[in-house]
């Protein structure tokens, strides 16, 4: 057999791949230049695995090997099938492409999806165009009133009956027009109905948590007006693009701008330009002139803040407004000669106009106005709704407010305040005087019962109940003794001190940072605290510094403890952030801190509640046209303090008005078991009592405001008494209303107060020569249970060093001076003229030791600090 006819070795374990027949693929000859399936012929002998694997290493694999072989893909393993590769209608992952190219799409397939993508938003916008419709301004006239009902259900209060007139735009003064034109919109005329840029940007805030506010033309405002919820998404947003834009194409400009005028809310009740002008002006909008026109395009801002005459929540007082107010109204003034409507000439000739007085929205007189407005504030924050959205009308609120303890309250004040307040006779020191007064539930939060003023008919819109800027005085002192019950001090290792620890309670003390230096005021000196009256208390227990109301012991615990430590102890009570004085220097613990009534009451509720603390409430449930609205359950309870340390408090207080030298003995005629505190301030600028039976805790605060600045003016001569005191008016009104309060009520006893803290003997470098009578408690003359009359004129021995630097204002505080304590210095009056004459103790005590012990002459009256001034020398009073 010839040599080229021999049969080529064959593979181990398989049969050798058989050359192909002649009828399918004819064999290549041996040393051709490509073998089968196109590989070098020149590969060694071997089966058709061999080749396969041979065929992949040189083509990169069997689809590379078919794309190499022009487009054709080998189906099956190598059975020889090939077909051609389908086509697809997107190609992604891309065929053909291998690594990271195999997943970037083409630029045919980036183009399609956006062209594709734009379509489709085209034909969206198309769609929602052809189905809204185009709002009409009268049916936003069609709102509903919001009814508020009493805790026992019955109606308190119908408010929010719409006030609006639509006019032509004919009846629009040309000044309106380019007021508002010029800030709110000033493209107004010539734009599509919308700010691109302007909802781009409101669109971006919203969706990552930032200022909702800004970017809305006259055309876009008119829809929401007129349209749309007030809600600030993303949803309404769109919404309000689409609707703007048909609007504008369908109305004419003049039109627009006419129902926006006629939709818009002006603040005090009025919705549209014809209900503001008559508002604020009392007259038609036709006559309206220039400057008018730019106040009420100013009030559009926000009305609750840019009425001058004052609006309703914080940094809203007829001051702050007014500044505010001729700040905006001079900006558009000066926007209008920017945008050339106004000549500079023109505008350099305008004055601030003069508005006319508020007054009360039909059915919220007398307290109802107060009630409704606690309430209303508290619906909204809870469903997060503004102003306008809420006076649309149609919700039911259901309040806390008791409709027999409202009335009693009311009474209180008026009975006393005509027993002893005669603005007429005496209008240099009875004009002004306003009352204060909040009753919360112990245990629940619940607020049953306020005074805020005369009301809302009598122009008097600022809620006494709830203001910020009057100091509390010692009313803040349990505070301090609660924290030391808590934490102790570094004198007692941090375990906490009973209330029969003994400090220093002589005038003049000297006080001592815990390093056991001075406390130094700002020029550096020494910082000396006085008591009411120059008292001299000697070595005196806190329990007894209580009754009292010693100012020296609780101004050096106070440090003693830690002023941050007192904050939060207060804080844990119930008082806001907002509330405290931000300066922790000594007479923060004679209380420089300014929270209004509601939450005085609510924190000694904590006390009367064994130091479980609920926060105050005013809405038990809302509904809106019928529909029950989530977000009104009641508050949760919290431990604020052990119960130990609420019940010692109580105690302590119940000295206050059962010991015959307490300051707050008037008390006593309400005949059942109460504990509380008075509170006087420098100047005699405030008084306070606060007091509580197990059932209810009430606080009613005193004081006098200048009605241009706002500020607090001294009772000196108030009521015809030297000084007032809290001990003397605000115990007198507590007690006529909780009695009247609590009738028919079980008298109920306060939990016993069982044994708490380590006693701490005589803290405080001792006076020269204290005084004996401190030490114990002598027996009354006669002439103690009378009230003498003080003198006005202070003694040398009242001049005290400067005290530490002032106290700043707060933001809130509208009553603050900026004075701070300094101001009262010891020379003040207050403490020497009636120190404890007045007080309670004497008073009701009777045969009072107090009188010469501490009850007459050491505050009873309590003093007021007079000399007190609140930290002696800038703090608060001692009483």
């Known amino acids: 057999m010839s040599e080229h006819r021999r049969k080529p070795p064959q593979s181990r374990g398989r049969r050798a791949a058989q050359p192909p027949s002649g009828g399918r693929r004819a064999a290549q000859p041996y040393g051709s230049t490509a073998g089968s399936h196109g590989m070098p012929s020149d590969r060694p002998h071997g089966g058709r695995a061999e080749a396969r694997r041979a065929a992949q290493r040189a083509g990169g694999g069997r689809r590379r090997a078919a794309d190499a072989a022009g487009g054709v893909t080998v189906v099956g393993r190598g059975r020889g099938r090939y077909e051609p590769e389908k086509k697809r209608l997107i190609d992604y992952p891309r065929s053909g492409k291998y690594g990271w190219r195999r997943w970037m799409p083409s630029w045919k397939l980036v183009t399609g ?14 769609l929602a165009l052809a189905m809204v419709e185009v709002p009409n301004e009268n049916k936003a006239a069609l709102q509903q009133n919001n009814v508020y009902y009493w805790s026992d259900e019955t109606v308190m209060a119908r408010a929010g009956k719409t ?32 700010d691109p840029i302007g909802i781009g940007r409101a669109v971006f805030n919203m969706a990552t948590g930032g200022d909702t506010q800004g970017g809305s033309t006259i055309t876009q405002q008119f829809v929401k007006n007129t349209y749309l919820s007030q809600d600030q998404t993303i949803t309404r947003k769109a919404r309000e693009l689409f609707i703007s834009i048909k ?48 106040l009420l395009a100013t009030v559009l801002k926000g009305a609750d803040l840019y009425d001058p005459a004052g609006g309703v929540g914080p940094n809203s007082s007829p001051k702050e407004n007014r500044e505010r107010a001729e700040k905006r109204w001079n900006w558009v003034l000066d926007r209008q000669v920017e945008l050339k409507l106004m000549s500079q000439s023109e505008r350099d000739g305008y004055k601030f106009p003069k508005i006319a007085p508020r007054k009360a929205q039909a059915g919220l007189n007398g307290q109802t106005g107060y009630l409704a407005a606690l309430a209303e504030a508290e619906v909204r924050k809870t469903l997060g709704i503004n102003k306008q959205q809420f006076d649309k009308g149609g919700y ?77 005085g010692s009313t803040w002192k349990p505070f301090v003794l609660a924290a030391a019950m808590e934490h102790g001090t570094y004198r007692s290792d941090g375990v906490g001190i009973a209330p029969s620890s003994e400090y220093n309670g002589d005038n003049k003390l000297k006080v001592k940072q815990q390093d056991g230096s001075d406390y130094l005021d700002k020029e550096g000196n020494p910082f000396y605290q006085v008591n009411d009256a120059d008292k001299d208390h000697g070595y005196i227990t806190l329990r007894r510094a209580m009754e009292v109301s010693a100012n020296t012991p609780f101004v050096q615990l106070g440090m003693d403890v830690g002023m941050d430590k007192v904050r939060n102890m207060a804080a844990s009570a119930g008082i806001e952030k907002d509330s405290f004085d931000p300066n922790l220097n000594p007479s923060f613990a004679l209380g420089t801190s300014t929270p209004g009534a509601i939450e005085m009451a609510n924190s000694y509720a904590t006390f009367a509640a064994s130091g479980t603390h609920v926060d105050t ?13 989530p977000g009104f359950e009641k508050p949760q309870k919290e431990t604020a303090m052990d119960s130990d340390i609420a019940d ?5 207080l119940r000295g206050v008005i059962e010991k015959p030298h307490g300051t707050g003995t008037r008390a006593q005629g309400l005949g059942r078991p109460a504990a509380g505190k008075t509170g006087t301030t420098d100047k005699n600028k405030s008084a306070w009592w606060v007091g509580y039976t197990p059932q209810l805790s009430t606080a009613v605060t005193l004081f006098r405001t200048d009605p241009d600045e706002g500020t607090l003016l001294s009772m000196n001569g108030t009521g015809g008494f030297e000084s007032i005191h809290g001990g003397r008016l605000p115990t007198e009104v507590w007690t006529a209303y909780m009695k009247s309060a609590l009738k028919g009520v079980p008298a109920k006893d306060f939990p016993e107060a069982g044994p708490i803290g380590k006693k701490i003997d005589q803290v405080g470098v ?36 400067s005290g530490p630097p002032s106290n700043t204002c707060r933001p809130n505080d509208w009553f603050c001076d900026d004075t701070g304590g300094t101001d009262t210095g010891g020379t003040d009056t207050g403490g020497t003229d009636t120190g404890g004459t007045d007080t309670g103790g004497t008073d009701t005590g009777g045969t009072d030791t107090g009188g010469t012990d501490t009850g007459g002459t050491d505050t009873g009256g309590n003093g007021n600090g007079g000399n007190g001034n609140n930290g002696g020398i800038w703090g608060q009073d001692g009483t």
């Open 113 to 126: 999806l956006a062209l594709a993508f734009m379509g489709m938003l085209i034909g969206l916008g198309g």
């Open 163 to 194: 006030n609006r007139q639509n006019i032509k735009i004919e009846d629009v003064p040309q000044s309106m027009q380019q007021a508002v034109i010029a800030a709110e919109n000033a493209t107004f005329w010539e734009d599509k109905g919308i």
């Open 247 to 294: 609007v504008n194409a369908q109305m004419e400009k003049r039109d627009i701008l006419q129902g926006y005028l006629n939709t818009s809310y002006y603040g005090r009740g009025a919705h549209g330009l014809q209900a503001a002008a008559q508002a604020y002006f009392e007259k038609d909008a036709k006559d309206l002139k220039p400057a008018e026109s730019a």
């Open 396 to 472: 039911q609120i259901y309040t806390t407010f008791d409709k027999n303890k409202t009335a009693a309250m009311e009474k209180a004040v008026n009975k006393i305040t005509k027993q002893y307040i005669d603005p007429e006779g005496s209008p240099e020191t009875d004009k002004f005087v306003q009352f204060g007064a909040a009753s919360v539930e112990p245990g629940t939060g619940k607020v049953v019962a306020i005074y805020g003023g005369p009301g809302f008919d009598k122009g008097h819109f600022t809620n006494n109940a709830d203001t910020l800027g009057v100091p509390v």
């Open 617 to 629: 409430y005013t809405v038990k449930r809302v509904a809106h046209n019928g529909e029950e609205k």
């Open 648 to 652: 010692n408090i109580t105690d302590v």
């Open 766 to 801: 001792p006076s020269p020569t204290p005084s004996p009578s401190e030490t114990e408690e002598p027996e009354p003359s006669p002439s103690e249970t009378e009230e003498p009359e003080p003198s006005t004129e202070p003694s040398p021995s009242q001049e005290t060093p």
